[in-house]
């Protein structure tokens, strides 16, 4: 008998639409029997506006319910410290894996093991957890401790779990572009991973390998048959509700005040990866230009990977909908830098610094977003064409003022910024954002911030 695994990954936000929540939770108990297992694949409690309020405890009211078989950690999940996330272990009800992530005295972290081999069907499968080494760079909180080499650690949790007599092998993987390596490199049934925020479902060197994208929308039904693995997409809208579980995340939304309307939006604002990472648009905009407002910075700076996806802006907005545009909180800042840096800053904004050349990454044209400047970048030639401030060139040797969050602030894709430079720290970054709704009203437009000349050849 093929035993089937119901794969989700990165909830994130999810969880501030409590109803999406419930109809996961309700497409689990729909598709489950006694040769299902239930598996995670990280970033399933962080981040997200409930997720900043509960320290990632909302997820919780989900794996209550649907006490999956298995997890692994993301960067996210460790957003709150690790003395949260050894909290939230602790309080699961499904145990947490990983091969690879090390307390700072190099034991297992949390205590946890790195694979299990659970029975299904009469068949044995071994499952592994492998989180991305470079979580410490995404997740300071994360900083102490050890990462090691996935693929090693990876190859000594397989030949172990063979010799506790696993039939089948697969990874619980949050390493995203690194399962490729994972697959030529390891001999496993499947690698169901995340991550990435892109959905996945296609073989490398013969393995099955899936991604759900983020946000709850999709579980990647996989059965592990006599011929091989195959997988079929499920949609989460589909599904019927759990009603309870919705209920819960209702209430906590409530309760934190969540659900206050602060303005409203009569032309709605589109949020996806295609839209922040294609070029200016309009929820980018309505983030710097909070940050400006708030700082009375010459510049405005964020990065695209910090605006997080899903449903339009739209009609009444409430606090919850626009802390959840960008749900971390990190300091908004003031840096003082000078022209010559803050040119290198617009060119980190179309090219980021350690910038790898990836197809994969071809659609990915800007980086960063910025208020009160303008940049002009050629695509072709690969180079800064022009930056202006109000509407005059950056001049190299003046000095000018950017607000920006923290995470920009030291980090390596936008080393033009760094500790040195800051002069004021203006609170948590997203209650500007709420702040300036409230007193400017929702309505940002489209200017002429970012131009693109020519096209990326690869």
Known sequence: MAVRLLHYSDLENAYDDPARIGRLAGLVADRRD??????????????????LETEGAQALDF???????????????????PDRTREIVRDSPQPWLSANVRES???????????????????RVGLLGLTDPNTPGMCPAASALTFVDPVAAARE?????RARGADRIVVLSHLGSLDDELTRRLDVDAILGGHVHEERCDRVAGTLCTRPNANGRVV??????????????????DAPC????????????????????????????????????????????LVTDAYRWATGADVAFTNTGGLRDGPSLSGEVTKGQL???????????????????????????????????????????????VSG??????????????????????????????????????????????????????????????????????????????????????
């Open 157 to 161: 949790t397989v030949a172990d779990l």
């Open 242 to 285: 759990d009603e309870a579980v919705a209920a819960r995340l209702c209430d906590r939304l409530a309760r934190a005040g969540l659900t206050t309307v602060v303005g409203s939006v009569a032309n709605p604002i589109r949020r996806g990866r295609s839209i922040r990472y294609g070029g200016e648009c309009r929820l980018a905009n």
């Open 34 to 51: 006694d040769r299902t297992l239930v598996v995670g694949t990280g970033d399933d409690t962080a981040p997200g506006v409930l997720a």
């Open 220 to 237: 990647w039904e996989v059965e592990l048959g006599s011929g091989g693995a195959t997988a079929t997409r499920r949609r989460v809208a």
């Open 63 to 81: 794996f209550r319910a649907v006490r999956p078989d298995a997890e692994t950690f993301g960067n996210h999940d460790f957003d709150f410290g």
């Open 373 to 458: 400047m303008r940049i002009v970048w050629d695509r072709a030639a690969d180079e800064l064409v022009e930056a202006t401030v109000g509407g005059d060139p950056v001049a190299r040797d003046e000095t000018y003022t950017v607000a920006t969050n923290g995470f920009v602030v030291g980090s390596t894709p936008f080393s033009a910024l760094t500790a040195d430079h800051v002069v004021a720290d203006h609170g948590v970054q997203y209650d500007a954002v709420v702040e300036y709704a409230r007193e400017a009203g929702i309505d940002p437009t489209l200017d002429g911030r970012l131009v693109d000349l020519g096209a990326r050849s690869d």
């Open 323 to 369: 802390v959840g545009v960008s749900p971390f909180r990190g300091a908004l800042r003031t840096v003082e830098v000078t022209g010559r840096e803050l040119r290198a800053l617009a060119a980190q904004a179309a090219k980021p610094t350690g910038l790898r050349s990836r197809r994969s990454w071809s659609e990915k044209r800007w980086w960063g977003h």
């Open 105 to 123: 005295d190099g034991s297992p972290f949390a205590g946890v093991d790195p694979g299990v081999v659970v029975e299904r069907g009469g068949t």
